[in-house]
Structures are given as C-alpha cells and as structure tokens.
C-alpha cells in the first residue's frame, strides 16, 4: 500500500470516529442526561483536550449542567438534614432533654457523619435554640 492510502483509510477512521464521539455528545446534550465530563471522556475513551478542542461549547454545555446537578443535589441535602435538625430540637425538649449539639447529632446520627463540621448546619442548630428561648 502506498503512503497516500494508508492515509486515505486513517482519515475515514479519525472521521468515524469523531463522527461517533459527535452523536454521543450531542445525544447526551438532547436527552438531558447528567454526566460527568471525566467520566463521558473516559467512556468514549478520548481525553478531556480533545473533547474541549472539537467541541467546545458542547463541553462547556456539558461540565455546566453537571456542577448544576451537584449543586442542586448539595442544597437538597442541606434541606433535608436541616430539617431533622429541626425536627429533633423539637422531639428532645418534649422528652425532657436538653437539645444539645451532641444530643441533636445522636438523634438523627444514621448517616449523617460529621454534620456540625458544616457552618451551616450550625446555624440552623442555633437558630432553633435561640427560637426555643435557649442559651447556647
């Protein structure tokens, strides 16, 4: 075979497979789905440069949507043990216990690991303390 048509097949399978990458990014982009850049990267087995460089909008678009789910799965989150928080500065003074920080973290203990390390966590804790007419 000749140099121009080792060439010829290269360029056909480089097309393809660009073509390939293309529809899985824009399929990914039309049906919503939540995926990470790494990890789409890693499954169509490209790097990162190459999915910034053929397709910058659409991995922009892509990492966007992401940091986006997270976000709205954190603040979830934050609402949902918030909301226990609440709940048991509410249950332990009507059983007779003071609502401490150690207290209200072993009431609602089962996988919430380190929950008063979060400022935010701390404040709704002391905003309900302080709303029950207790000292911190």
């Not at 990914?28 to 995926?35: H, P």
């Not at 910034?52 to 922009?60: A, H």
């Not at 909301?83 to 609502?99: C, E, F, M, S």
């Amino acid at each position: 075979m000749t140099n121009s048509v080792v060439l010829l097949k290269t360029t056909k399978r480089i097309s393809y497979a660009h073509n390939k990458i293309k529809k899985v990014i824009f399929n990914v982009l039309d049906k919503n789905i939540i995926i990470s850049k790494a990890k789409l990267v890693n499954d169509l087995g490209v790097s990162a440069g190459y999915l910034n460089y053929r397709f910058p909008d659409e991995s922009k678009l892509i990492s966007f949507n992401y940091r986006k789910h997270l976000r709205i799965k954190k603040e979830n989150k934050f609402t949902y043990n918030a909301n226990l928080i609440r709940q048991a500065t509410i249950k332990l003074p009507n059983n007779g216990i003071y609502p401490s920080c150690n207290k209200v973290f072993n009431e609602i203990c089962t996988n919430t690991t380190m929950l008063f390390v979060n400022a935010r966590y701390k404040q709704v804790w002391e905003n309900q303390i302080f709303d029950r007419g207790y000292n911190s």
